[in-house]
C-alpha cells in the first residue's frame, strides 16, 4: 500500500503534470484527501473555485472508474474536451450517441483504459447501462451541479433522486457532491436525498473581494457598454438574453470600430463555437458577448470585467456568470444593466412562456400524434421537428412550445436537439442489395459509400458540404437525394441544421396529464420565484449588492464590501471630494468629454460626476474647450 508521504508526492506530481500547477488553491488538498480516504463528502464551492478538480484529480490516483453524473449535456461535453486536451482519458454517455458508439465507450471503461465516465442522472435507471455498470470497477461517485436534488434548488432535476437507489445498488462505493449555488435549506436536502454518511462538509465564502459590483439603472445600454470597452484593454464576457442581441451588440460594436469582440451562442455550429472559444481562451484582450450557452465549466483566470446586458433570471444564475471574473485574484468588474420598461416585459414574458395544464397536454400529444406514437410505444428512430408546424396546429406561442420541450428533454423523456450539428447517415440496406436498385440510385449510393466510409455497418456524423466539395454537386441537390432515398427506406438520414427529436421513453398519457405536469408546474412556479428575488436584488438602492448575495446563500453577518455602486453612493455622501479630485486625475492626462470620464470612473453614477464637473467649473479647475470636452485650466 502506498504511503502516506508518497502519496501527497504523487498528489502535487499529478497536479503539475496534466494541470500545470504548483500547489492546490483552498480547500482542494483536503477534499482530495477526504475522497482519496474513501468518505462521503459534500463541498459547497463559488464558482471559479476549482470544483472539478476535486474529482478529476483523485479519479487518476484510484483505482476503477469515477463515475461522475451531471444534469446537462453541454456541460459533459465540455468536461470531457477538456480532459482528453490534457491527456486524460474521460467519455460521456448520452442519448444522442448510438449503441455502437456506447457499446465502445462501455468497453474502454471494463478494460480500465477510461478514468472518468460522465452520465445524466436518467441514465442510472437505463437497463443496457446498469447491465454494463456490473462490470465496471467504480472507484467513487461524483455528483456535480448536485443542488438540482432539491425542489427548491435551482434547476430541480426529479431524476437526481435515482443516485439514492444507485448507491443502495453498489454499497461502500463513496459519495462526493458538488455545488456552486445553494442556500442552506438546500444544501440539507442534498446531504438526506443523497443520503450521506457522516460528510466531510467543505464550504467556503462566497464572498469574492477582488470583485467590483456596479448596478446601473440606464436607458441608452449600447453607448454605456461602448463606453467601457473603449478603455477595456484585457479579456471579457457580456451577457445578453437572446441570440439576436447577441448579433446586433457585435455588429455595432464593430462599427464603432471595436473589432476584438465576437458573438457566441446555441445557433453556431460546433466548429464556429470550438474556434470562437478556443480564440477567446488564448486571448489577453478578446471579448465574447454571449447567451448564457457559454461559460460552463470554462477554465480562463484572466477575465476582468462581466457585463449583463440584462438582469439574469435567478441571483444563482447571477453569480455563477460574474464568478467567472477574477479567478486569479486580481481586481475584476461586474457591470449589470437594467432599465424599468425592460423588468415589466421580463415579468410579463415570464408569464407568457408558462402554459397551463391543458395547453402542456396539447403540446406533448400533438408531439406524438405527427410522429404517430401510439400508447405505451416508443420508436427506435430520430425524427426531424418542424416547431412551426406545432405553432400552427396548437395556436400557442413558440416560447410555451419551446418550454415544454425543453422540459421534456431535461427529463430525458425525449432527446430534443435545437441546435446546429454534423449530420447522421446510415445504410438501412446490404450492400449486395445496392445493385438491384434502381442504377440512378445505385450510383448515388455508391457515391457516399467512397465518401463517407463505415455507413454500411452504423450511424455516421458528416457535413454535407464536405461531402458536396469532394463530389461537386450542390448541398441542396445532395440533401434532396438523401430524402428521397430515406422515403424508399434505403437509408436513415438526419439534416443536422433542423431540430430533431428522439423518444427515450415509452408514450404515457397517465403519467404527462399527472406526475410530469406536477413537475413541470413546480419548475415554474420556482421559477417565478426566483425571478422575484432576481428583481428585488436588481432595484434595491439601499443595502450592498455583495451583502445581499452573501444573505441570499446564508452568510447572515457579512459586512458591506464598500466598493459596489450602493457602498460607493454611500461613500460619496460623506466623501464628495473623491470624486472632484479623480476627474482632475483624468484630466491632467487628456481633455475628455462626460462619456469618457464615465467610462474611465466606473465605479460613480453619471450624475455625480456631472455634479462634481460643474462644481469643478464654478471653481475655476477646469475650463470647457468646446460644448462636450473638458480640460484642465
Known amino acids: 500500500m502506498i504511503s502516506h508521504q508518497d502519496l501527497q508526492k504523487l498528489k ?12 492546490f488553491r483552498d480547500p482542494q488538498e483536503q477534499v482530495i484527501d477526504s475522497v482519496l480516504n474513501q468518505k462521503d463528502t459534500l463541498i459547497l464551492l463559488p464558482t471559479g473555485a476549482g470544483k472539478s478538480l476535486c474529482y478529476q484529480l483523485p479519479a487518476l490516483l484510484r483505482e476503477g472508474v469515477c463515475l461522475v453524473i451531471s444534469p446537462l449535456l453541454a456541460l459533459m461535453k465540455d468536461q470531457v474536451n477538456q480532459l482528453k486536451f490534457r491527456g486524460i482519458e474521460a467519455e460521456y454517455l448520452s442519448s444522442e450517441l448510438d449503441d455502437f458508439d456506447a457499446e465502445v465507450i462501455y468497453n474502454r471503461c471494463k478494460d480500465g483504459l477510461t478514468k472518468l465516465l460522465y452520465v445524466s442522472p436518467e441514465r442510472l435507471t437505463n ?3 446498469l447491465r454494463n455498470i456490473e462490470e465496471i470497477q467504480l472507484s467513487f461517485i461524483a ?3 448536485a443542488h438540482c436534488i432539491s425542489e427548491w434548488g435551482q434547476d430541480f432535476r426529479p431524476s437526481y433522486q435515482n443516485i439514492k437507489d444507485f448507491r443502495k445498488n453498489h454499497p461502500g462505493i463513496s459519495c462526493l457532491a458538488l455545488t456552486a449555488t445553494a442556500t442552506p435549506k438546500v444544501l440539507d436536502e442534498i446531504k438526506n436525498k443523497l443520503e450521506l454518511k457522516n460528510p466531510t462538509i467543505f464550504q467556503k465564502s462566497f464572498k469574492r473581494e477582488n470583485i467590483k459590483i456596479f448596478c ?28 439576436k442581441e447577441a448579433e446586433q451588440l457585435t455588429e455595432y460594436l464593430h462599427k464603432k470600430q471595436i473589432q476584438h469582440v465576437d458573438f457566441f451562442h446555441a445557433g453556431l455550429t460546433t466548429s464556429e463555437k470550438n474556434s470562437r472559444q478556443n480564440l477567446w481562451n488564448n486571448s489577453s484582450n478578446h471579448i465574447l458577448i454571449s447567451t448564457n450557452a457559454f461559460g460552463m465549466g470554462i477554465d480562463k483566470d484572466n477575465v476582468r470585467f462581466v457585463i449583463h446586458f440584462s438582469p439574469s433570471p ?53 408531439l406524438y400524434s405527427i410522429f404517430q406514437v401510439a400508447e405505451f410505444e416508443m420508436p427506435e428512430k430520430v425524427f426531424q421537428l418542424n416547431t412551426a408546424g406545432i405553432q400552427n396546429f396548437t395556436k400557442l406561442s413558440a416560447a410555451k412550445i419551446k418550454n ?27 450492400a449486395d442489395e445496392i445493385d438491384q436498385l434502381p442504377k440512378k440510385d445505385a450510383y448515388f449510393i455508391e457515391l457516399l459509400l ?19 466539395a469532394k ?121 475628455s468629454t462626460i462619456e469618457e470620464l464615465s467610462a474611465q470612473l466606473q465605479y460613480h453614477q453619471k450624475e455625480s460626476i456631472l455634479q462634481h464637473l460643474i462644481f469643478l467649473l464654478d471653481s475655476g479647475k477646469i475650463k470647457m474647450l468646446n460644448f462636450r470636452t473638458y480640460a484642465l485650466v
Open 143 to 145: 455528483v456535480d451541479e
Open 471 to 591: 463530389l461537386g454537386v450542390s448541398q441542396h441537390l445532395i440533401k434532396e437525394r438523401l430524402k428521397e432515398l430515406q422515403q424508399k427506406n434505403y437509408l436513415e438520414y438526419i439534416d443536422g441544421a433542423l431540430s430533431s427529436v428522439k423518444f427515450l421513453k415509452p408514450r404515457d398519457e397517465r403519467s404527462n396529464g399527472g406526475i410530469y405536469w406536477k413537475i413541470f408546474e413546480h419548475i415554474q412556479k420556482n421559477k417565478i420565484q426566483k425571478w422575484e428575488e432576481m428583481k428585488f436584488y436588481v432595484e434595491d438602492k439601499t443595502y450592498c449588492k455583495m451583502k445581499l448575495i452573501l444573505s441570499y446563500f446564508g452568510e447572515k453577518n457579512a459586512k458591506n464590501c464598500g466598493t459596489c455602486s450602493v457602498c460607493e453612493k454611500n461613500r460619496q455622501t460623506i466623501f464628495g471630494k473623491n470624486i472632484s479630485q479623480e476627474i482632475l486625475n483624468v484630466l491632467s492626462k487628456n481633455s
Open 12 to 23: 502535487h506530481k499529478t497536479l503539475k503534470h496534466f494541470w500545470g500547477h504548483d500547489s
Open 216 to 243: 446601473e439603472e440606464i436607458s441608452d445600454k449600447y453607448q454605456r457598454i461602448f463606453n467601457i470597452l473603449k478603455f477595456a484593454k484585457e479579456s471579457g464576457i457580456i451577457y445578453v438574453r437572446t441570440r
Open 450 to 468: 467512397r465518401t463517407i466510409s463505415g455507413i454500411t455497418t452504423h450511424k455516421v456524423m458528416f457535413s454535407e458540404q464536405k461531402v458536396s
Open 314 to 366: 435567478s441571483i444563482e444564475n447571477y453569480y455563477q456568470e460574474i464568478g467567472r471574473a477574477g479567478r486569479d485574484g486580481n481586481a475584476s468588474y461586474a457591470f449589470l444593466l437594467w432599465d424599468q420598461q425592460e423588468i415589466s416585459n421580463f415579468d410579463q414574458i415570464l408569464k407568457n412562456q408558462i402554459p397551463n395544464k391543458t395547453e402542456f397536454e396539447k403540446i406533448i400529444t400533438y
Open 127 to 129: 437497463i443496457q447501462f
Open 404 to 430: 415544454v420541450l425543453n422540459f421534456l428533454h431535461t427529463q430525458e423523456i425525449i432527446y430534443y436537439n435545437s441546435n446546429k450539428s454534423l449530420s447522421s447517415l446510415e445504410l438501412k440496406i446490404k
